[in-house]
């Protein structure tokens, strides 16, 4: 990537955002968007004439860039067509009193689409020199659901053969990227040629194309797609217009506006970063993981940590923090009273040794990460800190004997000799349960924000619903993942689970002498013996493992690239737990067929049921 | 049809409820199931020994009576086929002390699939070979997705083939239907080797079949196949074994399991009658919509009804009930000081006129609806009512001048000489917001209570997100319609809207007459005037009608069968409002793209926001 460093317009179709016509171009504008596409609905639907809406924008400082879409323009009826440059008219009108003198028209999908190129491109060339009598521009966009239409190539044939200074191209991600299109092309495309580029991410779907454009688009950097490679191409092809959302989103469409905005403007925040190869590449290590826990919940807090072999290091100068280390594993441990609920226990925060922490914390801060207020007390170390969409505060840190260096504000505690440890190495990832509305906002953070990126999507059954996950891994040689768990719908009042579980999984070279050295009283979650009956019958193991592990309450899994073996605990207040992990070989991922195991057991230890 | 009428054990998988397995057989039980078919990863997770569940289940009256599924059983490589069948008789361990015999091996969806049909008979043999040894059989069954056996056609040719008394068939109406297969072939196939019947249902989706099937399955009578018919066909070849339910839906999987056990059971219990041709087939006429509203919101109440041309015809003789008539349209209004808030209002009853009302209650009855207590005097009319799960009371009443004529406990209101009509005629439909649990449960209650027939399934945008909607109307002539509606998601925090819309819609041959003739103060929702300026550019209007329909705030849609011509009033109390229809020609369903317009209308109108 060449590109010198460049500033483009950012900018939002009202269709990303929920609530009225106002509700939209407030939360634009408060996000810090330079204009947006209107979607028509949106104006149909308002009580503000055209000219009131203009006059908004301008008080708002957003430009209109774009008015959309105008659908079955061309016809294989003469007369029809004549009657839909008529309705082309009549929106020409609304426009000139918006001020906007863009219109896209899409890929006519009806029954009524014209097939013949020669004719399409005449009748685009009749909408063009409509356009150009009012002023107006055109930009032509492949439907990738169009009856003829259906690809950007196609389109752009259209665009090339109607040859009208007032008709141009419209590429939207989706519609391409949904398709498999291949953009080399795009370097014979003039760039003037290009009015308008539509960005949009999305998760892989088999499903209806329609469908799935029209209920799972997500903003760049939230899904599976490539939009920094593509957008490059446009870009290289000599397009200079603005960087522009438009997504069709269900969860998007009733999520707070505002919210959702800065969302956006920070998925096009980092597609610039990305384009300028400007993102985070630092190498960094997870330095801490802090719990907070109720006074109540301190005793079996610690009574865990000690059981699985850690030992309290440290204690934080002014604070009730203690520092638990074994290994590369440091959890600390802070005791809250503002707890949401009394019996509350919590992941705070991680904190990451990172080479450069407070260019950490600007390049966060540039993609619309507020950074977290922090109370330091005289000659504490005042770390760099953001809040991430799931809740978890991220501090940036160093262990360098620097000012940044979080252990400046420790008092070690002299080392007993009495050997605890269990063999925990270190931290393998965390899981935080990521709020509904704001889950795919979790995927866009961690990968704009930190640099990581996705190890693995999937969906698993649990007792009380579907739960999606989504795993998300730092750079090589840290790996430290973050595991995003949550509902797949929306949970309703029948909810007897842990609602919002969070865990710290531990990494072990040998978890079956792991759990051979932990006291008999360690909180150890009893694995139910159907499980082992039915992994034996699945996997060929041996009775003499299969008995071992069963005894250890450890789950196994195995496929091509190796093996995962992992043991959990209780849980601890509310909704914390530790899981013990060994991988064999390259396993990547999760054993998620085990996830139901786990929390079906989960709920008989918290019923008393579990047979001991 | 000609079954005689038998009765069914009915059973249900346990995947098709919530909860852990102990939840799952409670729910089943309650519910009156006679038996489950055991899901394996159920059994897997429970912390319960088959020897436990198996007593489990004795205690609650519960047979199992299939264990399911066993997959990928038969294979290419000789060697794992071998292991496959010792997992299989692993599972066979298993089985046995469950007290189950019958097991579901479905078709192998994996790259290992026996294509070969002799191969695969050959395997299946074996398998069966080795379930007789056991004491067990081996019903097997065609996934939609499987790889080289994905039609029951193919899964009938392999169980010929392999020619065990203990391989047999499993039929899944979802398997089939969803693939659009023929069931007349079904009568060449002996009753005896058909083992086992799962019953599914399933909305339309154009989608990839095995999300479809593992996402949105339904209980019978909730969707769109037809279940009677395919469960004839089936019962009319022979087959003898209980009617099961095998439902992956992903908001059943996190509904509470009883409620959700109790709609299973009056799916099949409504499945029963249809195929004894004994669900009701009653006419009726809507009697009255009670609309109930607190003492705050009387006065704008009786100020829309009156507006709208309506006259207070009679009172309750013992409670704070006004009827008011037009024509056939009679609305009570109920004062009640129980609401759930202070400002609520809410349609709370919907009475139907029929022939025969206590056999409509017994009916119900039969469903599994509970008959709603009432507080009845002395005197007054004792009327069989049941609860929708929408929350609605359905009354069922009589005007013959009996016991269950609803007009005895009112006494008339001398008519006064001032005519006040405005034309209205009757009631097209009440629309009401379904909870988003029991949207599906609403589905089947109006169609196997009261026989109703869906007219329309959509869904559209709301500025606060997508809205699902479900509209049935009863059989001819009355063809009173019951539209749910609904969120396409569960709603969050953000919900600005009114949270659970109910509407009224009347009937006007002439709504143009009818608005015209409406007081100046009538509360009609102001339409914004953007909806007419697209209309005329859209559609082929003459100026002069465009102008009145503007002046009169009515809407206007037109498809090829007819014309909707509608308006509304504002909202009374906190989620009421009325809507006046006029239908020309034979336009079905509702113009569901004005939805958004009334929306956006209602909140502006709500927001003080709108330029009157």
Not at 89 to 101: H, P, S, T, W
Not at 251 to 268: E, K, M
Request: charged share 25%; aromatic share 8%; glycine share 6%.
């Amino acid at each position: 990537m060449t590109l010198t460093p460049t500033r483009h317009d950012k900018t939002i179709a009202t269709v990303c955002l929920s609530g009225t016509l106002d509700d939209k171009l407030v939360a634009a504008a408060h996000a810090g968007f330079d204009g947006i596409e209107l979607f028509e609905p949106d104006l149909v639907s308002s009580t503000s004439s055209p000219a009131e809406v203009r006059k908004r924008c301008e008080e708002l400082g957003l430009d209109i860039v774009l008015y959309q879409p105008f659908r079955d323009l061309d016809s294989t009826d003469p007369a029809q067509f004549e009657r839909n440059l008529v309705r082309l008219d009549r929106k020409f009108d609304v426009m000139a009193e918006l001020g906007v003198d863009l219109i896209l028209v899409c890929s006519n999908a009806s029954a009524d689409a014209v097939a013949d190129m020669d004719d399409l491109a005449t009748q685009l060339r009749a909408a063009g020199e409509l356009a150009e009598r009012r002023g107006m521009r055109i930009a032509y966009e492949a439907l990738a659901w169009g009856r003829r239409i259906d690809l950007w190539q196609q389109s752009w044939d259209a665009v090339r053969r109607a040859d009208h200074a007032a008709v141009g191209l419209c590429l939207d991600s989706f519609h391409i990227l949904s398709r498999s299109s291949t953009i080399t092309e795009l370097g014979e495309v003039p760039g003037d040629k290009i009015f308008f580029l539509q960005l949009a991410d999305a998760p892989h779907k088999d499903m209806d194309v329609l469908q799935w454009s029209r209920h799972y688009r997500l903003f760049p950097g939230e899904g599976a797609f490539d939009l920094v490679e593509f957008t490059a191409a446009v870009l290289g092809a000599g397009y200079r217009g603005p960087l522009s959302l438009e997504v069709f989103n269900d969860v998007f469409r009733q999520s707070a506006p505002v919210r959702t905005a800065i969302d956006a403007v920070r998925s096009l925040g980092a597609l610039e970063a990305g384009l300028d190869d400007a993102l985070p590449r630092q190498r960094f290590e997870a330095a801490f993981v802090e719990m907070s826990v109720t006074p109540t919940n301190l005793a079996s807090a610690e009574h865990a940590l000690s059981a699985l072999g850690f030992t309290q290091s440290a204690t934080h100068r002014s604070k009730r923090v203690t520092a638990w280390t074994q290994s590369d594993a440091t959890i600390l441990v802070t005791v809250t009273t503002d707890a949401p609920e009394d019996d509350s226990s919590a992941i705070a925060a991680i904190a990451f040794d990172a080479e450069d922490p407070t260019g950490f914390a600007a390049s966060a801060e540039g993609l619309n990460v507020s950074a977290l207020p922090r109370v330091v007390r005289p000659g504490e170390a005042d770390l760099p800190a953001v809040a991430a969409p799931d809740g978890v505060s991220i501090f940036f840190v160093s262990t360098a004997g620097d000012d940044l260096d979080w252990r400046r504000d420790f008092e070690p505690v002299p080392p007993t000799d009495v050997a605890t440890s269990a063999g925990i190495t270190g931290i393998d990832h965390v899981s935080v349960t990521a709020p509904y509305d704001r889950y795919d906002e979790c995927v866009l953070f961690y990968r704009s924000v930190l640099g990581m990126r996705t190890d693995e999507v999937a969906e698993y059954p649990g007792p009380y619903g579907l739960v999606r996950s989504h795993l998300l891994r730092a750079p090589h040689p840290s790996g430290f993942g973050v595991a995003l768990d949550g509902p797949l719908l929306r949970r309703g009042k029948w909810t007897p689970g842990v609602q919002t579980p969070q865990h710290i999984a531990f990494l072990t070279d040998d978890i079956l002498g792991t759990l051979s050295a932990l006291p008999a009283d360690a909180p150890v979650l009893r694995i139910p013996d159907n499980y082992y009956v039915d992994l034996q019958a699945r996997l060929d193991l041996t009775d003499e493992f299969v008995n071992r592990i069963r005894r250890l309450n450890v789950l196994y899994d195995r496929n091509a690239d190796g093996e995962y073996l992992h043991a959990y605990t209780t849980v601890i207040g509310s909704q914390v737990y530790f899981e013990i992990v060994e991988r064999r070989g390259d396993y990547r991922g999760r054993p998620l067929a085990d996830a139901p195991v786990r929390m079906a057991a989960h709920v008989a230890a918290r019923r008393g049921m579990a047979r001991t």
